[in-house]
């Protein structure tokens, strides 16, 4: 008799469970399996007496059975009360999961990095991960590749337009997505799990309370570490949920640039007048990197000059010199020339005589040769 009257509890509590746990065939296959394992453990009991003893009769089971109605009335009429707000308001409890992509430019690139964590941070959000890269540059201190950086950061969900309005009012957004997750279903599914597995821990722990061998007390809490695991489990990607559905995941990367992109302009005008300033901008660059070149080039300049000067002093000096050279022969030819003309006055004859004659005469050619 005490054996049946313990069935009839291990059913109610069963049924409850079923109850709770409306929509999970999974669950109930697990709250059936415990159900019909903890009969058996209680079976082991010294002809079930403390069963009896605590008060567990038929008047017992009747209540057990009522309480049991009750609460499933009142979870089918939440249930009914949670869908009539649903149909009302298709917003009305759900669980949404935002994922934003922006890709910005700004001309500030120090500027915009040092103001966003603290904007982030008024806003209630925080940055989760972040990267910078720094560019390069080149010979003449341009940059070959402008800096860069990578940010994943989470938003409350609330406040996610304003942080979005802001990233707009200082940067040039170049790239803006949107993309929404309901995840209610599954959150509800994993509630109704938790709810089903708390009231079955209730039912472990009064049989827990109840048992009088060791038998019984090995069985019971067995089933009961299996159910806490569920329920810890459960509660840890609800709480992964909670997470994902309060704060907005923003996928945010910024390039700095020399020139913000300008918005797009099909008309001719605008293009004419984008042409115009794209020439009129690479002009002053080129200006801007000649006279850059020129500054940066004056020691080679200056040593080259040094050089160029060093050669053209030589150049100079052999020339005096040659020149000088040129000179003195011109003067001793000159003077046998007059030495030429007063042998020619005198009487003297021979072989000297005709021969300072001849140079004499050849003078006036190299001479002429000369200049």
């Known amino acids: 008799m005490n054996k049946k009257r313990l069935n009839l509890v291990m059913a109610a509590a069963l049924a409850v469970s079923v109850l709770a746990g409306c929509g999970s065939s999974k669950y109930a296959d697990t709250t059936a399996s415990a159900a019909a394992d903890a009969p058996a453990a209680v079976d082991t009991a010294a002809g079930g007496e403390y069963l009896y003893d605590a008060g567990y009769g038929e008047n017992s089971y009747a209540q057990e059975a009522e309480i049991a109605e009750e609460d499933a009335a009142s979870e089918e009429g939440g249930a009914e009360t949670k869908a009539e707000e649903v149909s009302e308001n298709p917003q009305a409890g759900r669980k949404l999961i935002t994922t934003m992509t922006l890709s910005a430019e700004t001309e500030y690139f120090d500027d915009l990095m040092g103001n966003l964590e603290r904007q982030v941070e008024e806003l209630g959000g925080y940055i989760e991960n972040s990267n910078q890269w720094n560019g390069s540059v080149d ?70 309370e109840m048992a009088e061998t060791v038998e019984d007390l ?69 200006i801007e990197n000649i006279f850059v ?5 004056i020691p080679y300049i200056l040593a080259w000059l040094v050089v160029l000067a060093v050669v053209l002093l030589i150049v100079v000096l052999l020339l005096r010199r040659e020149k000088k050279k040129k000179a003195q022969r011109l003067a001793k030819r000159q003077q046998m020339a007059k030495d030429a003309s007063a042998a020619q006055g005198g009487e003297q004859t021979g072989p000297l005589h005709g021969g300072m004659q001849r140079e004499a005469e050849k003078l006036p050619e190299e001479q002429e040769k000369e200049k």
């Open 139 to 208: 010979y003449y201190g341009n940059r070959r590749s402008n800096r860069s950086a990578s940010l994943t950061i989470r938003i409350p969900a609330e406040k996610l337009d304003g942080f979005v309005a802001l990233m707009e009012e200082n940067s040039n957004i170049t790239n803006k997505s949107r993309e929404v997750e309901d995840v209610t279903l599954a959150y509800v599914d994993l509630e109704s799990h938790k709810k089903a597995l708390l009231t079955e821990e209730e039912r472990l722990l009064e049989l827990l």
């Open 293 to 297: 070149g020129v500054i940066i080039n």
């Open 218 to 286: 090995i069985s019971i809490e067995d089933k009961l570490a299996n159910v806490r695991y569920q329920l810890e489990s459960m509660e840890s990607q609800l709480r992964t949920y909670d997470n994902k559905i309060n704060y907005s995941t923003v996928y945010l990367d910024i390039q700095e640039v020399e020139r913000l992109t300008p918005p797009e302009d099909i008309t001719t005008w605008g293009r004419i007048k984008n042409g115009f300033s794209e020439n009129l901008y690479g002009l002053g660059v080129d």
